[in-house]
């Protein structure tokens, strides 16, 4: 199973942009990535996810670099809601069980 | 819509009691999964349903655990003569189908904590 990299934490201001990267240097070429994030106490929730191309939707847009082996999350204006664990997912090699890591923290500021 | 919902959302009990963990999950969801979360970890898997059938348990930590979907909704997890390290938050997703391609909608976990 592809394994995913990711920093311990991240700061941001409010009303900026936070870029959360992530390698997946071992993502082989149909495999998804995925991106969720658990607020305190909360379970995990849904974020974006793709394959190839850049993703766009209500929430956060993702990058994901030709070769594939990285990507960026990005939030386009954080806000102090958007403080949680942050978790780049690459699933098992039968798409059937996230592979959670220990996730970024985002601390959004005022 | 209704999401997926998780009861009791706290359970205390002794060592070596036995618990069952409730999930249920978004109607129209085929594909069902149990996580289970320690403190300061990410979520970690331990049995997905498609279907009725539990058709990957690999991630079951040994045999007091269990786990059915009788009806193809509604699933329980079962704890046998719990230990103290059974301590943590389990969660129950479900998504549209199986696959990679199809997003796991969880909810809110059930804390166990084992005296």
């Known amino acids: 199973d592809a394994k995913t990299t990711q920093p311990p934490s991240m700061d941001c201001a409010e009303g900026r942009a936070a870029n959360l990267p992530c390698n997946h240097s071992t993502i082989s070429g149909n495999e998804y990535v995925y991106w969720y994030r658990q607020i305190h106490s909360q379970g995990p929730q849904y974020i974006i996810h793709g394959l190839k191309n850049n993703e766009t939707n209500e929430m956060a847009s993702l990058i994901i670099t030709e070769d594939r082996k990285s990507s960026t999350l990005i939030l386009p204006h954080a806000t102090l809601r958007d403080t949680a664990v942050y978790y780049c997912i690459v699933p098992n090699q039968a798409g059937t069980a996230l592979i959670f890591g220990k996730g970024t923290t985002l601390s959004v500021s005022s | 819509g209704a999401g997926v919902s998780q009861t009791p959302s706290n359970k205390v009990t002794e060592k070596g009691k036995y618990v069952e963990l409730r999930c249920d999950p978004i109607s129209g969801h085929t594909a069902l999964y149990w996580y289970r979360q320690s403190l300061g970890q990410g979520p970690e898997f331990l049995i997905y349903f498609q279907g009725t059938g539990a058709a990957d348990d690999s991630g079951l930590p040994n045999d007091r655990f269990f786990a059915v979907r009788p009806e193809g909704s509604v699933s329980t997890l079962k704890i046998q003569r719990t230990e103290r390290g059974d301590s943590a938050v389990y969660l129950c997703?479900?998504?549209?189908?199986?696959?990679?391609?199809?997003?796991?909608?969880f909810g809110p976990g059930t804390r166990l904590t084992v005296t």
């Open positions: 997703a479900s998504s549209l189908a199986l696959g990679r391609a199809y997003e796991q909608y």
